[in-house]
């Protein structure tokens, strides 16, 4: 006999009641997604400013304050020491006094004029973010200087790790597209959305299934008509409409209290988070098939949490990875909607560009669910 | 006599790390219908692996077995829309109400919404639970946990209900309420009812009981013919002295079997007449006071220990032929 939609809403029912009743697991459904943004926003800053920094200024004329001028008020320096030789500067890097040392050579005036002023930036190597933010943020200022920029990465124990890059071309103009700001939360904030979303869904379908299990209401429930799918669907759906509720908070502090912008449609960006969801609701149904217990459960969810915070994408860029840890990360439904919410939210483009991303995630979800319900038997053992 | 419930060289058997496990090991029985079948026997029997293995909850490892003639593995869903089950522990959604419990269940088994009107207040009655209609099923007591339970499984009229310890862990008070709801129950609508019990007196409200031990039957008669089984009469007495005493008496001409009882023994013996005064002469000689040495009924506790301690000692021998 196939679906019956009495014994679905039934058992809509019945998930949706318990759900709402359980007061401490819905206040922990709802407030940990929000503690974990506010977290992510305001703690995970990619661009590093203040860098406390050693001047040495050997020149000492107008040019040499204007450029360390230039580069204080980018706020990403800050003098905290003046240094009388680039040994010295590096000394103080060595100690962990300063993060930074900005070498000027004498005559600069004059060599600007000339057009072949070079100044020496020494960052900390030990620190990565430090030396991007820095170099990058001391390159851009040089470029209006019209001078060539050496810098160097020091290891903290004191050797010279080589250039990271020599000089420049001070011809070399860039333009940031979609975000010209930089902003890194522009960055991070649509795939903050969708780590948040994919972690509470995975860990909340697997420890739905597997609490029944465990207490044994399974048994009684098995003992009914109640087909497998009936009742995967019967617990997915309510779980997928209070996950959409918080998806939509999210989103909506992410634009209006965090001032990301939303440039693509919102009607698509709902289809695909309904499609995310519920691949990610799959993928917690194939963890409730393996674990045993609520404890398992949780700890395989964490796992998987791990796995996407690192491979798909969200911070460390996935092309530069090596094969497996890849293919790992293409195994997550998070890796696809991260693409998917940057491309919707940041670029604000549509679906003739997002459609490859969006075809996996619909196939995901397909087979998970489906892997899910054959694996789910009608019998305990 | 028409058959309900039946099984023939049953055997399930789950794989543990330390080998295979015969849990249920080659049974057989059959229920009729309108009866009330009682499987008897201590924990760990395998009651519960027979109950689950007979309604398709678990996979029958060989043997046949079936319900109303639907087959346990093939027609599972045929079985679940006509048989009620209460499982051991109890396992109804705690954190729903009496009455949202009972909706559930009459909505999963396709009652319609008019029936449910009707038939849900007959049920909360039959189980005397209409005033906790808005109670969550987790806060009732141990014994209106099993009323609810059996009211839950009775909601689709089943012809069958199959009971797996339905009171355990409840006060004698609400295990005799539960056992007449299970006479009514069989008296008005003429359900066939399948209850595990380690109660041995729980047995004797049974038409028919079925002893179960190491996964098998050993016996399968009415409460009465199996005591009539057990060889010889019983008596009973308390010695001052219970390990002598015990020793005193055990191998004594006529006595086949020695059990104890609490701070009691009990001895069956091939004629009372005869033996009485020779134990009474056996104990003095070893200087163990006693009461008076009684003539007692068999129980089927008894019976039970009997009929094991036989099956124990012919062991061996029948599993060597077979």
Redesign the interface.
């Known amino acids: 006999?196939p679906m019956?939609i009495?014994?679905l809403?039934?058992?809509i029912?019945?998930e949706t009641?318990?759900l709402l009743?359980?007061r401490r697991t819905l206040m922990f459904i709802i407030a940990l997604p929000l503690i974990e943004l506010f977290l992510f926003a305001y703690a995970v800053s990619l661009t590093v400013y203040h860098l406390p920094t050693a001047i040495v200024d050997q020149s000492h004329d107008s040019q040499s304050r204007a450029f360390i001028q230039a580069l204080v008020s980018s706020t990403y320096f800050d003098e905290t020491m003046v240094a009388g030789s680039e040994a010295e500067a590096q000394q103080a890097i060595d100690a962990g006094q300063v993060k930074a040392g900005v070498v000027i050579p004498p005559d600069f005036a004059a060599d600007i004029e000339r057009g072949d002023a070079n100044v020496l930036i020494l960052l900390d190597g030990s620190d990565s973010f430090s030396v991007q933010s820095g170099y990058s943020a001391a390159s851009s200022i040089a470029q209006s200087f019209s001078l060539s920029l050496t810098a160097e990465k020091v290891e903290r124990m004191g050797t010279a790790l080589g250039n990271i890059s020599g000089t420049p071309p001070i011809v070399t103009s860039t333009r940031v597209l979609y975000n010209p700001d930089m902003k890194d939360l522009w960055f991070i904030l649509p795939a903050i959305v969708g780590m948040i979303i994919q972690t509470l869904a995975v860990a909340q379908a697997a420890l739905i299934v597997v609490k029944d299990r465990e207490?044994?209401?399974?048994?009684?429930?098995?003992?009914?008509?109640?087909?497998p799918i009936e009742l995967i669907l019967g617990k997915m759906i309510p779980l997928l409409g209070i996950i959409l509720v918080i998806t939509a908070i999210i989103l909506g502090l992410g634009v209006f209290w965090f001032g990301v912008a939303f440039q693509g449609s919102l009607w698509l960006y709902f289809w695909l988070s309904l499609l995310f969801i519920g691949s990610s609701l799959g993928l917690g149904l194939l963890v409730s098939t393996v674990a045993k217990t609520q404890r398992q459960a949780q700890q395989i969810s964490m796992v998987i949490m791990l796995f996407s915070m690192l491979l798909s994408g969200i911070v460390y860029p996935r092309n530069a990875m090596p094969l497996i840890p890849q293919a790992i990360g293409d195994l997550l439904p998070l890796t696809y909607f991260i693409r998917l919410s940057r491309g919707i939210m940041t670029k604000g483009v549509g679906l003739t560009f997002l459609w490859q991303d969006a075809l996996v995630l619909v196939g995901y979800a397909v087979v998970v669910l489906l892997v899910a319900a054959a694996s789910f038997k009608?019998?305990?053992? | 006599m028409e058959i309900a419930i039946f099984a023939t060289d049953l055997v399930k058997t789950f794989r543990t790390r330390k080998g295979p496990l015969n849990a249920v090991d080659g049974l057989s029985l059959e229920v009729g219908r309108g009866e009330t079948y009682g499987l008897l026997g201590p924990d760990g029997a395998g009651k519960t692996t027979t109950t689950r293995v007979i309604l398709g909850l678990l996979t029958r490892t060989a043997g046949k077995s079936s319900i109303l003639g639907f087959d346990s593995m093939h027609d599972t869903y045929a079985i679940r829309e006509r048989v009620g089950y209460i499982a051991q522990q109890f396992v109804l959604p705690a954190d729903l109400t009496v009455i949202e419990n009972m909706r559930f269940f009459a909505s999963v088994q396709g009652m319609s919404p008019e029936m449910q009107e009707k038939r849900i207040p007959e049920l909360l009655s039959f189980a005397g639970l209409s005033d906790f209609t808005r109670r969550l099923a987790g806060q009732l007591s141990g014994g209106m946990k099993k009323k609810l339970a059996l009211a839950c499984s009775l909601i689709h009229e089943p012809q069958v209900v199959m009971l797996d310890e339905p009171t355990l862990g409840v006060d004698p008070v609400s295990r005799r309420e539960f056992w007449n709801l299970l006479g009514n129950l069989r008296a008005e609508k003429g359900v066939t009812i399948f209850v595990c019990t380690p109660y041995m007196d729980e047995a004797e409200r049974c038409n028919r009981v079925g002893l179960i031990y190491s996964g098998r039957l050993i016996a399968s008669d009415s409460p009465a013919a199996i005591k009539r089984q057990v060889k010889g009469h019983l008596l009973e007495l308390r010695p001052g002295r219970f390990v002598p005493a015990q020793a005193a008496v055990t191998g004594l001409p006529g006595v086949l079997e020695v059990q104890t009882y609490g701070d009691k023994l009990h001895l069956f013996v091939d004629n009372v007449a005869q033996r009485r005064p020779q134990i009474a002469a056996a104990l003095a000689a070893q200087d163990i006071s006693h009461d008076e040495i009684r003539e007692v009924e068999v129980r089927m506790e008894e019976a039970y220990i009997s009929l094991v301690h036989r099956r124990e000692q012919a062991g061996p021998e029948e599993r060597k032929a077979a």
Not at chain 1, 378 to 381: G, T
Request: no cysteine.
């Open positions: 006999m019956r009495q014994r809403t039934a058992l029912r019945k009641t318990q009743r359980d207490i044994g209401t399974m048994e009684q429930i098995l003992v009914t008509p109640v087909r009608k019998r305990l053992d």
